[in-house]
T-cell receptor, first 111, second 110 residues
Framework: NAGVTQTPKFRVLKTGQSMTLLCAQD?????MYWYRQDPGMGLRLIHY???????AKGEVPDGYNVSRLKKQNFLLGLESAAPSQTSVYFC??????????FGPGTRLTVL | AQRVTQPEKLLSVFKGAPVELKCNYSYSGSPELFWYVQYSRQRLQLLLRHISRESIKGFTADLNKGETSFHLKKPFAQEEDSAMYYC????????????FGQGTELSVKP
């Protein structure tokens, strides 16, 4: 039981490049989330999903897109990376009232 | 507006001293409140939920609806408690999404 996993762990991009971050969970959770963590700002919600095939915008969605084609996977895409998107990205999943389970994070640097 | 405020960026105490990490929230209704802990460069882990009223690793937190606070307390800090602590709020029927405070770094000195 791996819980929530994220791929890749680290990535360096040049401005304008694109990439996809993959989040996978093996707990059969309905809800999944993408957050970014920046110093002094805590975690901010980018997008989330309440079930397979559904997505919704969070607090800071601009510049990102997501897809939830399979229940266990939640993909976060950056179409044209900008230096302001340098951050640590965390994925999380949730079922019921037990709170969210987080992945290990992806450190992204955009030069 | 929904908001979580952790007024202290850094809290430094000596081993064995009491600890209180402050959390205030703004929400019109009955939210779920959580404390998460993040050890150095690791993933966030759920520490406490207000609905369970439990004690984890010696930490407790009481929801005070009158003061809209959910402070985290521990009577005797240990060095292994040094970490980043986040208070978070989840609103009713909002897809379970969390609103986080800015976080408080707890440093426990020997």
């Amino acid at each position: 039981n791996a819980g929530v996993t994220q791929t890749p762990k680290f990535r360096v991009l040049k401005t304008g490049q694109s990439m996809t971050l993959l989040c996978a969970q093996d707990m059969n959770h309905e809800y999944m989330y993408w957050y970014r963590q920046d110093p002094g700002m805590g975690l901010r919600l980018i997008h989330y999903s309440v079930g397979e095939g559904t997505t919704a915008k969070g607090e800071v969605p601009d510049g990102y897109n997501v897809s939830r084609l399979k229940k266990q996977n939640f993909l976060l895409g950056l179409e044209s990376a900008a230096p302001s998107q340098t951050s640590v990205y965390f994925c999380a999943s949730r079922q019921g009232l037990v709170g969210q389970f987080f992945g290990p994070g992806t450190r992204l640097t955009v030069l | 507006a929904q908001r979580v405020t952790q007024p202290e960026k850094l809290l430094s105490v000596f081993k064995g001293a009491p600890v209180e990490l402050k959390c205030n929230y703004s929400y019109s209704g009955s939210p779920e409140l959580f404390w998460y802990v993040q050890y150095s460069r690791q993933r966030l882990q759920l520490l406490l939920r207000h609905i369970s009223r439990e004690s984890i690793k010696g930490f407790t937190a009481d929801l005070n609806k009158g003061e809209t606070s959910f402070h985290l307390k521990k009577p005797f800090a240990q060095e292994e408690d040094s970490a980043m602590y986040y208070c978070a709020l989840s609103g009713y029927n909002q897809g379970g999404k969390l609103i986080f405070g800015q976080g408080t770094e707890l440093s426990v000195k020997p």
